[in-house]
């Protein structure tokens, strides 16, 4: 038992390492100019980290693992917009995601939006109830086609 309890946990470290490299950036224009030249897709997330019981479960569940931190190096460009209670931000960044919250009409968290590299909305999904990993990675790579 011993001698597998090693090796598995080591798998488990790597896998959480590797899920955590995944680079969220707060600048939706230059995710678009970066996402139209490497020709990905961007993935936009509008979220109340610290207070909202969904967000924090799309993150654990879906954004922090390492199925979604693969296939985002590979194919999107990440964009994390939000609207904490407890964690300070700069005004010039609670301006600018406010400003964003209007332009796209959002009205719940998470939203998720799908764009292309010049901001076309390609899906939007508001609110998380739950689900796999590969499944979400799987509705988002169905967008590319």
């Known amino acids: 038992m011993k001698k597998l309890l090693f090796p598995l946990l080591a798998i ?9 490299d995944a680079t969220w950036m707060t600048d939706l224009a230059k995710a678009q100019a970066q996402a139209k030249e490497e020709k990905k897709l ?3 997330e509008f979220t109340g980290s610290d207070w909202c019981p969904p967000c924090k479960k799309l993150k654990a569940d879906i954004l922090s693992s390492a199925d ?5 190096k590979k ?3 990440l964009v994390e917009l939000d ?3 407890g964690k300070e931000q700069s005004a010039e960044l609670k301006k600018a995601n406010q400003a964003l919250s209007q332009k796209f009409g959002i009205r ?3 939203t998720v939006l799908v764009l292309d590299g010049e ?4 899906n939007r999904q508001v609110g998380f109830g739950g689900g796999s990993p590969k499944d979400y990675v799987g509705k988002i790579d169905a967008l590319k086609k």
């Open 12 to 20: 488990f470290c790597a896998g959480q390492l590797f899920a955590a």
């Open 42 to 44: 961007v993935f936009v």
């Open 68 to 72: 979604f931190a693969e296939y985002a």
């Open 75 to 77: 194919n999107l460009v």
């Open 83 to 85: 609207f904490p209670r």
């Open 108 to 110: 719940g968290f998470p």
């Open 119 to 122: 901001g076309k909305e390609l």
